[in-house]
């Protein structure tokens, strides 16, 4: 993940209810992730680059595959964090919504 993608990343979970937020020692390992990832993916690709000048094909198709699973991985470890926000938000607003709604049912049927 680029620089820019991890900005955005970051600015959104910024405007995510506090609710909804991560701890920001969770919120530091998951940089800390995707800023490793995003150095073995360019590590990668220059090992790839390099293979391909000195003409060893097979090695630089290695390369490629190995970054294409890295990039597997990462979109499928962005996918699965983008459900645990969904589940926490439905959560969340079960919980709210009972909340709100219990004293005002109790107040009205109680009288």
Known sequence: MNKVSTFALLAAMAFVAPAYAQAPADVHQDNQAIQQDSQEIHHDRMERKHDLKNGEKGAA????REIR????????????KRREMRKDRREHRKEHHEDKGAPAGAGAGGQ
């Open 69 to 80: 699973k890295e990039k597997r991985e990462k979109r499928h470890e962005k996918m699965e």
């Open 61 to 64: 198709m290695g390369e490629r």
